[in-house]
Structure formats: structure tokens, C-alpha cells
């Protein structure tokens, strides 16, 4: 492999934490400009003819509407009904009862309630709903687009009901889904303690909040992967990022109310009534009901709904053919959507009003579709033509017997590419399961530490970014939020890297 087709093959990727991260440029534009850019890259450094590009291009902006653009509509399109029903109100009233203490209400939604989302569903809404509810509460937007970046770490290991884990299986022929979860767990332990903590001191960096913030992230952090790892053992790599983020949830309520000052419990003098307060919820509370009720945990329900609202469609590029399946009726963001409205007209308002408020919704996300469109299409490019692999290739030469402390940079290049570990996992599944073989490493254990590098690249991730700024409101602010992020998703790899290095084999 020559220097010239390495390089080539990295200008995609410079590209865009130059123009993002440095010049400021606007993530439409930015990810415009280095589409073309890979594209011609493509043709004429890797042979990828232009009929090839025509359809990976077609591919990529399939995928970026199902489920990407689509959940990001949706998650945004629940918040926006509950600013128009005026239930976002009893919402931070209700946070705020929980516990006066920032620190507690920041975790508890991103942390909390990101990481079930993030179980549940995946694809953005773990990210897009956290940020959009901080912003109501009166946080920051940059703040609020940071802190659910990095909470919607760790969670995806095992997010959208186990998928990464159980795609990395399939590539690398491995049947044993508990071990390689518990081994992605494993890895993950000084991880589930940081993330928690790095997200408290980011809401309060006062000296005098430090023990009590130290404390509350191990007690928290150490729960989630006490349960992750006896649910990967006993019950499957399914429910790992769900029941972790129950009992984040449970011990951070509990907490919220046992530390909160006297003078907190007396603040209920408006106290609304339990009906009231249901209502306000209606809308979550049927995504969350709908998101369960259709996963894989009730997979004969699931597999029936699918078999009579598929629609595949299917491309040949390369000679080899390409699908993108359409589950309309267990899509993320069809389910979004379906919440929405029904827990809209409980709230009282009437489906012209929804219909209305959907359309407003579609019309201000404009700029994002152009965005995520043009990634899934970079990536869909880089993939197909073989970009990515020869950068992952390279990465597993230059490196020779450390190559177990970089592993999970490479997760973490598939992640940033594709803005997703479970399409990082089949990028790179392959290529590390035989480096493993070549050094006498365990394929699962360096399997586990591709997904594991995922889980750190998706805090950069350009799709991700994108989610954040279209939440918050931010279009043409994502440079300024990956320079921001870069610095915790490089800390985060080393980390990963250091606890596959020194406990491998």
C-alpha cells in the first residue's frame, strides 16, 4: 500500500475537522464541499467509476432519510408540541422538584434519560431529545448540545437493543454474544465512571461541588456497570444500555431527593396534580411505551409488524447489491411521530394545530437535510470505494505489536465517518478480528475494543454534531461545538486504548 493512496484516502476525513473545527465553516457547507471533494478523490485515486458514485450517492441519502433525517424531524417535532401545549412547564416543574441541584437535573436527563433512548432506539434521538429538553430548562445551547454528545457515549455500545454488539457477531463469526458483551463492558468500566463525572463538573466546576460530584459519579457510574454487566450475563446483549440506564435513573432521583436542601421540599406550594402531570408526560411517555413495545425485546410482535410494512429497495453498485429496508411501522422516527400526535390531542391540541407545528418543524430544518445527506453519502463513498479500509489497514501496519492500544481508534475513525458504531462495527469488524489472529489476541477482545472506540467517536461525529445543532437551534455552530467535543473524544480513546493494551490476552 503506497503513501499517495493512504493520503488520498485521508484528505475526506482532515477535510472536515479542518473546515468544522477550524475555519468555522457551516456544516452544510462543509459537508457539501468535501462530498464533491471525496467524490472526485474516488474517481480518480480509487477507479470508483461515475456511475458507482451516482449510486452511492442515491444510497447514502436513502439511508440519511431512514431513520437519520427522519428521527431527527420527529424528536424535534415532540419537543416543539410540548412547547405548544405549554406542558414543557410542568416538565421543569417537575425536574426541578426532583432536585434544585443543576448537577442532578443534567445528568438525569442526558446520562439518565439519553442512555434509554439511546437503548431503546438509537439513530439520534438519544442526543436531539436531552438537548432540546436542557434548552427548555434554561441551559445553554452549546452546553446543552456538549454535555448530550457525551453522554451518548458509552450508552451505544448497546444501543438500539443490542445492534452494534450483534452486527460485530456476524462479522466476525462469533457466537458467543455474552462474552463479547461482557468483554465490551469490561472495557467500558473506567469509562462509565468518567463520562458521568466530566458531565457534572461541566454543569458545576466549583471547588467546593468536586467531592460531592466525585461521589455522585462513581455511585452512578459504578450502577450502570454493575447492571450492564449481570444483564449482558443473564438476559442478553438486548437490554444492557436499557436496564443500566433504569437504574441510573432510579439512583439519581433517589439521590436528588436525599441531598436536596430543606428549603427544596417547601418549594411545592404550587403542587400539580398527579392527572396533570401524566398528561404532561404523554407525549414521551407513548415514545417511550411505543419504542419498547415495538423492539426486539417482543421480537415475534416486531418481525409481524415488519413483514407487512416493509419496503426494500435495492441497488447495484459495484456488482454487489445494496439495500436499505424501510420498516415503516417500527421506525424510529414513525414511532416519534405517532407519540407525538397522540400525545398531543391528549394534551388538548388539535391535529390542524399538530399538522401545522409539523410543517414549521420541517421548513426550519432545512440546512440539516443538505448536512446529513452529504455525510451519508461521503461515507457511503469512502466505504464502497475502499477509502475506509485502506485507512483502517494502514492504522493496524503502522502500529505492529501496539496495535491493541489503537484498536479502538479505528472504532472510533468508523464512527466518525458513518456517525454510527453499528456501521463502524461492520467496517472494521473483519479487519479486527484478523489483526488479532496475526499478534495472538482474542478476535472478540479487540471486536469488543472496535466497538467500545465507537462509542468515543460518535461524541465527534459530524452526523452526531449535527443532531446536537439542529435541537438546540445552533445550524452553523458546529465548528465551534466539535472544537469543544475533540478534546473529551480524544481523552476518551486513550483511555479505551489503555484498558485493551493492558488487559488483553
Known amino acids: 500500500m503506497d503513501y499517495l493512496t493512504i493520503f488520498l484516502a485521508l484528505i475526506p476525513v482532515l477535510m472536515l475537522i479542518v ?32 456511475g458507482s458514485i451516482g449510486l452511492s450517492i442515491v444510497f447514502g441519502a436513502l439511508k440519511a432519510l431512514f431513520p437519520i433525517i427522519l428521527i431527527i424531524i420527529m424528536a424535534i417535532y415532540s419537543y416543539n408540541v410540548l412547547l405548544f401545549t405549554k406542558k414543557m412547564d410542568v416538565l421543569k416543574h417537575q425536574f426541578s422538584n426532583i432536585s434544585s441541584d443543576k448537577c442532578i437535573q443534567v445528568l438525569l436527563l442526558t446520562w439518565g434519560f439519553g442512555g434509554l433512548l439511546e437503548g431503546m432506539a438509537g439513530f439520534g434521538t438519544a442526543v436531539a431529545i436531552p438537548a432540546a429538553i436542557l434548552i427548555g430548562l434554561g441551559y445553554k445551547p452549546l452546553f446543552s448540545a456538549l454535555v448530550s454528545l457525551l453522554s451518548n457515549s458509552v450508552p451505544t455500545a448497546f444501543g438500539a437493543v443490542g445492534v452494534p454488539v450483534k452486527a460485530i457477531a456476524v462479522e466476525i463469526g462469533h457466537a458467543n454474544l455474552q462474552q463479547l458483551g461482557s468483554e465490551v463492558v469490561f472495557q467500558l468500566i473506567p469509562l462509565m465512571l468518567l463520562i458521568p463525572f466530566i458531565i457534572v463538573f461541566l454543569t458545576d466546576s466549583s471547588l467546593k461541588a468536586l467531592p460531592k460530584n466525585i461521589f ?13 454487566y449481570y444483564s449482558v450475563i443473564y438476559i442478553g446483549v438486548e437490554t444492557p444500555a436499557v436496564l443500566g440506564s433504569i437504574a441510573s435513573i432510579i439512583v439519581i432521583v433517589i439521590w436528588g431527593k436525599l441531598t436536596a436542601p430543606k428549603k427544596d421540599s417547601g418549594n411545592d406550594a404550587e403542587s400539580i396534580s398527579t392527572q396533570k402531570i401524566i398528561n404532561a408526560w404523554a407525549v414521551y411517555g407513548l415514545i417511550l411505551i411505543l419504542i419498547i413495545g415495538t423492539s426486539p425485546l417482543f421480537g415475534q410482535f416486531r418481525a409481524f ?14 456488482n454487489s447489491v445494496k439495500t436499505v429496508k424501510i420498516y415503516w411501522l417500527t421506525d424510529g422516527g414513525f414511532l416519534l411521530f405517532l407519540g407525538s400526535v397522540i400525545g398531543g390531542l391528549l394534551q388538548g391540541a388539535s391535529f390542524g394545530d399538530l399538522m401545522k407545528e ?82 495472538g489476541e482474542k478476535p472478540s477482545w479487540l471486536a469488543a475494543a472496535n466497538t467500545v472506540g465507537a462509542t468515543g467517536g460518535k461524541i465527534i461525529s459530524p452526523q452526531s454534531i449535527i443532531i446536537a445543532t439542529s435541537a438546540c437551534h445552533q445550524q452553523g455552530k458546529e465548528g465551534d461545538i466539535m472544537k469543544k467535543a475533540l478534546p473529551y473524544a480524544i481523552f476518551y480513546i486513550i483511555v479505551a486504548g489503555l484498558m485493551v493494551y493492558f488487559f488483553g490476552k
Not at 24 to 45: E, M, N, Q, R, W
Not at 305 to 318: F, W, Y
Open 216 to 228: 455522585l459519579s462513581i455511585v452512578v457510574g459504578g450502577v450502570s456497570i454493575v447492571v450492564q
Open 305 to 318: 409488524l415488519q413483514s407487512i410494512s416493509a419496503t426494500p429497495i435495492n441497488l447495484t453498485i459495484n
Open 358 to 439: 409539523l410543517g414549521r418543524t420541517i421548513l426550519s430544518l432545512k440546512k440539516t437535510y443538505i448536512t446529513v445527506i452529504s455525510l451519508i453519502a461521503l461515507s457511503t463513498i469512502m466505504d464502497l470505494s475502499g477509502m475506509v479500509a485502506v485507512l483502517g489497514l494502514a492504522l493496524a501496519t503502522a502500529t505492529g505489536a501496539f496495535y491493541p492500544l489503537f484498536a479502538p481508534a479505528i472504532g472510533c475513525l468508523g464512527a466518525f465517518l458513518t456517525g454510527s458504531d453499528t456501521s463502524s462495527n461492520i467496517l472494521f469488524g473483519k479487519l479486527q478480528a484478523s489483526v488479532a489472529q496475526q499478534i
Open 19 to 50: 473546515m468544522l473545527g477550524f475555519l468555522k465553516v457551516p456544516g452544510d457547507k462543509s459537508a457539501l464541499i468535501a462530498l464533491i471533494t471525496t467524490a472526485a478523490l474516488s474517481l480518480l485515486g480509487f477507479k470508483f467509476s461515475l
